[in-house]
Protein backbone atom coordinates (compact mmCIF):
# COMPACT_ATOMS: atom_id res chain seq x y z
CA UNK A 1 0.00 0.00 0.00
CA UNK A 2 1.35 3.14 -1.01
CA UNK A 3 2.25 6.40 1.33
CA UNK A 4 0.28 9.14 0.68
CA UNK A 5 2.16 12.60 0.96
CA UNK A 6 1.28 14.85 4.13
CA UNK A 7 -0.37 17.32 1.49
CA UNK A 8 -2.45 14.21 -0.41
CA UNK A 9 -3.53 13.33 3.16
CA UNK A 10 -4.75 16.72 3.96
CA UNK A 11 -6.98 16.93 0.63
CA UNK A 12 -8.60 13.83 0.84
CA UNK A 13 -9.90 14.78 4.15
CA UNK A 14 -10.88 17.79 2.94
CA UNK A 15 -13.07 15.89 0.13
CA UNK A 16 -14.28 13.06 3.12
CA UNK A 17 -15.61 16.38 5.27
CA UNK A 18 -17.17 18.07 2.17
CA UNK A 19 -18.77 14.85 1.19
CA UNK A 20 -20.28 14.56 4.95
CA UNK A 21 -21.29 17.98 5.28
CA UNK A 22 -23.46 17.52 1.44
CA UNK A 23 -25.17 14.65 3.39
CA UNK A 24 -25.97 16.26 6.20
CA UNK A 25 -27.49 18.88 4.52
CA UNK A 26 -29.10 16.92 2.44
CA UNK A 27 -30.75 14.92 5.24
CA UNK A 28 -31.27 18.10 7.12
CA UNK A 29 -32.96 19.92 3.83
CA UNK A 30 -35.16 16.87 3.04
CA UNK A 31 -36.57 16.82 7.35
CA UNK A 32 -36.99 20.11 7.36
CA UNK A 33 -39.05 20.24 4.06
CA UNK A 34 -40.95 17.21 4.89
CA UNK A 35 -44.58 17.45 5.17
CA UNK A 36 -45.89 16.53 8.75
CA UNK A 37 -46.75 12.70 9.27
CA UNK A 38 -50.37 12.14 9.47
CA UNK A 39 -50.54 10.15 12.35
CA UNK A 40 -49.25 12.69 14.64
CA UNK A 41 -50.44 13.19 17.67
CA UNK A 42 -52.93 16.13 18.36
CA UNK A 43 -51.67 18.64 20.48
CA UNK A 44 -53.32 18.24 24.60
CA UNK A 45 -55.04 21.02 25.68
CA UNK A 46 -53.98 21.35 29.45
CA UNK A 47 -57.45 22.06 31.91
CA UNK A 48 -57.80 25.16 33.32
CA UNK A 49 -56.69 25.50 36.65
CA UNK A 50 -53.76 23.09 35.89
CA UNK A 51 -51.62 26.31 35.49
CA UNK A 52 -50.04 29.23 37.09
CA UNK A 53 -48.84 32.58 35.46
CA UNK A 54 -45.71 34.19 36.66
CA UNK A 55 -44.58 37.63 36.23
CA UNK A 56 -41.01 38.87 35.14
CA UNK A 57 -39.13 41.87 34.92
CA UNK A 58 -38.52 42.93 31.00
CA UNK A 59 -35.34 43.34 29.48
CA UNK A 60 -35.98 47.32 30.05
CA UNK A 61 -36.98 47.25 33.34
CA UNK A 62 -33.89 44.88 34.21
CA UNK A 63 -30.88 47.39 31.94
CA UNK A 64 -32.21 50.44 34.13
CA UNK A 65 -32.27 48.46 37.74
CA UNK A 66 -28.46 47.34 36.61
CA UNK A 67 -27.63 50.86 34.91
CA UNK A 68 -28.98 52.49 37.95
CA UNK A 69 -26.49 49.99 40.28
CA UNK A 70 -23.83 50.65 38.10
CA UNK A 71 -24.05 54.24 38.10
CA UNK A 72 -24.59 54.38 42.19
CA UNK A 73 -21.35 52.47 42.35
CA UNK A 74 -19.40 55.08 39.18
CA UNK A 75 -20.55 57.98 41.66
CA UNK A 76 -18.27 56.55 44.66
CA UNK A 77 -15.66 55.34 42.07
CA UNK A 78 -15.80 51.96 42.49
CA UNK A 79 -15.32 49.33 39.56
CA UNK A 80 -18.24 46.82 39.56
CA UNK A 81 -20.22 43.75 37.47
CA UNK A 82 -23.93 43.73 38.24
CA UNK A 83 -26.15 41.43 37.46
CA UNK A 84 -30.30 40.97 36.77
CA UNK A 85 -31.69 37.56 37.17
CA UNK A 86 -35.46 36.19 36.78
CA UNK A 87 -37.36 34.22 38.81
CA UNK A 88 -36.09 30.96 37.53
CA UNK A 89 -32.58 32.52 38.08
CA UNK A 90 -31.75 32.82 34.44
CA UNK A 91 -29.62 35.88 33.89
CA UNK A 92 -31.32 38.62 32.06
CA UNK A 93 -28.63 41.08 32.07
CA UNK A 94 -25.18 41.64 32.94
CA UNK A 95 -23.06 45.31 33.06
CA UNK A 96 -19.46 45.07 33.76
CA UNK A 97 -18.17 48.18 34.69
CA UNK A 98 -14.84 49.76 33.44
CA UNK A 99 -12.09 48.29 35.45
CA UNK A 100 -13.92 45.67 37.25
CA UNK A 101 -12.66 42.22 38.44
CA UNK A 102 -12.68 39.24 36.16
CA UNK A 103 -14.20 37.52 39.39
CA UNK A 104 -16.75 39.71 39.97
CA UNK A 105 -18.83 38.54 36.54
CA UNK A 106 -19.39 35.38 38.04
CA UNK A 107 -20.16 36.47 41.64
CA UNK A 108 -22.79 39.40 41.05
CA UNK A 109 -24.33 36.54 38.94
CA UNK A 110 -24.58 33.93 41.74
CA UNK A 111 -25.42 36.84 44.16
CA UNK A 112 -28.48 37.76 42.10
CA UNK A 113 -29.69 34.13 42.12
CA UNK A 114 -29.21 33.26 45.31
CA UNK A 115 -31.12 36.43 46.59
CA UNK A 116 -34.18 35.63 44.56
CA UNK A 117 -34.05 31.61 45.10
CA UNK A 118 -34.39 32.45 48.80
CA UNK A 119 -36.18 36.18 48.13
CA UNK A 120 -33.49 37.59 51.10
CA UNK A 121 -30.69 39.85 50.93
CA UNK A 122 -27.22 37.79 50.62
CA UNK A 123 -25.90 39.67 53.65
CA UNK A 124 -28.86 38.43 55.79
CA UNK A 125 -28.92 34.49 54.21
CA UNK A 126 -24.75 34.75 54.62
CA UNK A 127 -25.95 34.83 58.60
CA UNK A 128 -27.79 31.59 57.89
CA UNK A 129 -24.55 30.14 57.19
CA UNK A 130 -23.87 29.63 60.98
CA UNK A 131 -26.86 27.23 61.94
CA UNK A 132 -26.76 25.44 58.41
CA UNK A 133 -23.03 25.70 56.60
CA UNK A 134 -24.06 23.11 54.36
CA UNK A 135 -26.49 25.87 52.45
CA UNK A 136 -22.90 27.11 50.94
CA UNK A 137 -22.46 23.79 49.06
CA UNK A 138 -25.57 24.47 46.66
CA UNK A 139 -24.47 24.84 43.22
CA UNK A 140 -24.73 28.04 42.18
CA UNK A 141 -25.15 30.44 45.05
CA UNK A 142 -23.33 32.93 46.52
CA UNK A 143 -23.72 33.76 50.47
CA UNK A 144 -21.95 37.01 50.55
CA UNK A 145 -23.09 40.27 50.47
CA UNK A 146 -24.03 41.87 47.18
CA UNK A 147 -27.22 40.51 46.26
CA UNK A 148 -31.04 41.62 46.42
CA UNK A 149 -34.36 40.28 45.49
CA UNK A 150 -37.17 41.94 43.67
CA UNK A 151 -40.66 41.54 44.46
CA UNK A 152 -44.08 42.36 42.63
CA UNK A 153 -47.38 41.72 44.15
CA UNK A 154 -45.44 40.16 47.56
CA UNK A 155 -44.04 37.24 45.11
CA UNK A 156 -40.33 36.84 44.18
CA UNK A 157 -40.08 38.25 40.27
CA UNK A 158 -36.06 38.87 39.88
CA UNK A 159 -32.51 39.22 42.07
CA UNK A 160 -29.76 41.88 41.54
CA UNK A 161 -26.71 41.17 42.52
CA UNK A 162 -23.46 43.27 42.36
CA UNK A 163 -19.68 42.36 42.96
CA UNK A 164 -16.45 43.92 42.24
CA UNK A 165 -16.23 46.39 45.62
CA UNK A 166 -13.85 46.32 48.53
CA UNK A 167 -16.88 44.61 50.48
CA UNK A 168 -20.46 43.28 50.36
CA UNK A 169 -22.13 45.98 52.53
CA UNK A 170 -20.52 48.44 49.16
CA UNK A 171 -22.00 45.86 46.75
CA UNK A 172 -25.36 45.22 48.53
CA UNK A 173 -25.72 49.07 48.33
CA UNK A 174 -25.50 49.39 45.11
CA UNK A 175 -27.73 46.31 44.34
CA UNK A 176 -30.26 48.35 46.63
CA UNK A 177 -29.84 51.40 44.30
CA UNK A 178 -30.42 49.26 41.26
CA UNK A 179 -33.97 48.10 42.86
CA UNK A 180 -34.66 51.29 44.03
CA UNK A 181 -34.64 52.37 40.40
CA UNK A 182 -37.97 50.26 40.00
CA UNK A 183 -39.41 50.99 43.07
CA UNK A 184 -38.39 48.43 45.30
Known amino acids: MKKLSRRARIASGG ?11 G ?12 TAAPVANVKSGSTTTSTHLTVDAATKAAQAALDAAERENQK ?10 NTVVTLRGDGAGPQSYESAQRKAYTAVSWNAPTSELAKRLEQAPNLKDIPGTLFLGGGVPMAAKGAPVAGIGVAGAPSGDLDEKFAAAGAAALGH
Open 15 to 25: AVIAAVAAGTF
Open 80 to 89: ITVAVVDRNG
Open 27 to 38: TVSANASAPASP
